[in-house]
């Protein structure tokens, strides 16, 4: 049985996206106080960008082209996260296993995104299915190739 939508909150994708939003505040919140103004706040913004943009795109449900274009941007601010966890991995402030719940929680969005609209799911989260290379991070101090975000974007989400 179907669940009638009568208002954003009734959204899957939207209750996911908002679930995120405390617990990658309370992470970035471990990062070195240099960053509280560079990447940390980036990151807090980009997970409070996805809950705003979902509901400002249900409030345009009446005009599918503006409405998707929110939706658009909740998804860019969701591989914008996924670039964020990379990076505090890279830079050694989270480990890979902290950051995996939350890129498998962003991984979500876009499977949520794909049942209500296949087409443009698949566009828009490309970037979540191919694993970037197995190169070095520009961010990695430490000069080493570090293996964390390729292992964080092949776990079995």
Known sequence: MEVAI????????????????????RLVGEFPAHERYDLCDQMRRASK??????????????TPGKAKQ??????????????????????????????????RGIRRHSQTAQQADPELAKTLTSN????????QHPHNERGRNNNGPRAIHQSNG
């Not at 899957?12 to 679930?19: F, I, N, S």
Request: some cysteine.
């Open 6 to 25: 009568k208002s954003y909150r009734d959204l899957e994708v939207y209750r996911r996206a908002k679930a995120l939003v405390v617990p990658i505040h």
């Open 128 to 135: 979540l299915q191919h694993p970037i290379s197995n190169t």
């Open 70 to 103: 929110f939706w658009r941007n909740a998804m860019g601010s969701a591989n914008e996260m996924v670039e964020h966890m990379e990076t505090a991995v890279a830079l050694g402030y989270a480990s890979q296993d902290t950051c995996r719940p939350y890129v």
């Open 49 to 62: 960008s996805v809950v705003a943009n979902i509901v400002e795109g249900y409030s345009h449900k009446d």
